[in-house]
């Protein structure tokens, strides 16, 4: 034997020692799988009238329901239940009604999306083929709250290739109709989007709790915990930042248009400014303090006094809408706020409709007190956030 034999021992990932010097085995797909395997000639016909054809098909769909409603979302409430109840097993025949609705659902998304000119099977092998391992017990701690951050990333992944995949669907719907093939590029890309949606939805219902990839690809593995942690952390700066656009936004639309009027002057006779508020108007034009309500048919309450406005409100929406009692505010000076004590609408009792085009002129009655002036006068149209406000100086 030479004396330049020096064997050295292979090394396996992290310095380890790898058995027999063999390498490691590559970590096994996600467990979770979607596969298509449909004929690559298509009907031009069915293709053309996809639409049509898939109504019954969008209607069973619609029974079935999804997250938001239906079959689907009753069986995921009772699968995290029984999971919470049973110590992280979850009871078996509903996690397999829920694979079986899924498998059945993204059968019809390969028709919906033109991959496929052959009606779903109800059940049964069939072209496209859904595969879900589950596990006999799940985390409880990461049902629902942690996934949903977690997954957040991966929607808003999936939201932004959606609108490649319709590019894809206009594209191959022409080419279909043309040559009788939906291109072998853009169906991968789409199955490959299907595939990535199945395993984010069948992660954030706790089917498994190992972290879906980033990836089209049906070889990809699972993520790791450090990614999981990363993933959830954005989700929650996005709820973070959209809570806080949201609320800005609320705070901005919000705001009252307001107009000031000399309080003096309207009982004079002298009126307001408009005030346009989601395309409705209202003016004051008049005010009484201290009314007599004609024939004394509503007296005001004790060391109170009936104060009367009358404005006009006139409707540019493109539709009609609804004016109630309550649509109006006066507040003291106080800041104690009322409500009309009486309201009429060219005479007609509240609440009235105002057709598109229409004006209106309103007569309203607070019964305020004594000692207090009004301060402001407030009318909040239908559907809308703002205020119309007309400050009395």
């Known amino acids: 034997m030479s004396d330049d034999f020096n064997p050295q021992p292979s090394t396996g990932p992290g310095g380890g ?26 009907s031009r016909l069915s293709t053309f009238f996809r639409l049509v054809l898939a109504l019954p098909l969008l209607l069973f769909m619609a029974v079935l329901g999804g997250v938001s409603g239906g079959v689907t979302s009753g069986l995921i409430v009772a699968y995290w239940l ?16 829920i694979v079986a609705i899924m498998r059945f659902n993204f059968r019809a998304y390969t028709y919906l999306l033109l991959l496929s000119d052959k009606y779903p099977a109800f059940e049964g ?51 279909i109709l043309f040559t009788g093939r939906f291109p072998q590029g853009l169906r991968n890309f789409v199955v490959g989007w299907l595939r990535w949606s199945v395993r984010v939805f069948a992660y954030w219902i706790s089917l498994r709790d190992e972290f879906p990839p980033f990836s089209l690809s049906s070889e990809a593995t699972a993520g790791s915990k450090g990614a999981a942690r990363v993933s959830a952390l954005g989700g929650l700066a996005a709820v973070v930042l959209v809570s806080v656009g949201i609320g800005a ?21 002298s009126g307001s400014a408009s005030i346009e508020v989601n395309n409705v108007m209202i003016r004051l034009y ?22 009367f406005f009358q404005a006009s409100i006139a409707n540019f929406r493109a539709t009609d809408i609804n004016i109630e009692q309550d649509d109006f505010r006066v507040r003291e000076e106080d800041g104690d706020r009322r409500e009309p004590v009486f309201v009429s609408f060219d005479g007609a009792s509240s609440p009235v409709t105002l057709d598109k085009g229409d004006s209106i002129t309103v007569t309203l009655v607070f019964n305020l007190d004594s000692g207090d002036e009004p301060g402001e006068l407030t009318y909040r149209p239908e559907s809308s956030l703002k205020n119309a406000k007309f400050i009395l100086d």
């Open 82 to 97: 029984s999971a919470l109840v049973r110590k992280g097993r979850p009871v078996g025949w509903i996690g397999s009604a």
């Open 249 to 269: 936004a609320y705070i901005q639309l919000s705001q009252a248009e307001t107009k000031h009027v000399s309080y003096v002057s309207l009982q004079q006779g």
């Open 125 to 175: 092998e069939w072209m496209a083929v859904l595969e879900a391992d589950r596990p006999e017990r799940i985390s409880r701690r990461q049902i629902f709250f942690w996934k949903t951050l977690a997954v957040i990333p991966h929607v808003v992944c999936l939201l932004v290739l959606w609108f490649a995949v319709a590019f894809c669907e206009v594209v191959s719907w022409f080419a």
């Open 17 to 42: 020692y790898a058995i027999g010097g063999a390498p490691p085995p590559p970590p096994p797909p996600y467990p979770v799988s979607f596969e298509f395997n449909g004929p690559e000639q298509l």
């Open 286 to 307: 008049a005010a009484d303090d201290d009314y007599d309500f004609p024939g004394n048919l509503l007296e005001a309450d004790r060391d109170s006094r009936l104060v």
